[in-house]
């Protein structure tokens, strides 16, 4: 059955949070928190970017300005995030608040213009960055993953 735009776009979002929670339960707290090599991010800190970005991606959808972009808002991970539980948790409410706001826009408004600093995009422009970013960082927790020694698929 072929899908509308909309459906399409919820698919990939809930696709991409579903495969980054099931690679990240896989992983011990200490894999979690732990900067891989001593100088790469750990997969908190990057995770934390992941659910910021979603967040600031939900209230554009929603038709606001999430305000000014610091590059370096993800570099510190706020207290109330420093466990790997509190983490999985902002990702999966962030990706929802995400899916969410998309849900809110009808069909045929996915392609409107959305003004940002840079120039404009579209909320299926939007969804698509988010699933992308997600995915991105997917594929580094599956690095980490076998660093650790874990070569297997925890996708189900």
Request: net charge negative; proline share 7%; hydrophobic share 35%.
């Amino acid at each position: 059955m072929p899908l509308n735009l909309k459906d399409y776009c919820r698919e990939k979002l809930e696709s991409a949070r579903d495969l980054y929670l099931q690679d990240w339960d896989a992983m011990s707290a200490e894999s979690l928190t732990q900067s891989p090599g001593g100088v790469g991010r750990s997969p908190l800190h990057f995770t934390y970017e992941v659910a910021l970005i979603n967040v600031r991606l939900a209230t554009r959808l929603r038709g606001e300005d999430p305000g000014p972009f610091d590059v370096g808002a993800w570099e510190v991970v706020p207290s109330e995030f420093s466990t790997p539980l509190a983490m999985r948790t902002y990702l999966k409410e962030s990706t929802d608040l995400l899916i969410s706001n998309l849900e809110s826009i009808p069909e045929s408004e996915l392609d409107r213009e959305i003004p940002t600093p840079t120039g404009s995009t579209t909320p299926f422009q939007l969804a698509t960055i988010a699933a992308t970013h997600m995915t991105y960082h997917d594929g580094q927790l599956n690095l980490i993953q076998a660093l650790d020694g874990d070569a297997e698929i925890h996708w189900s």
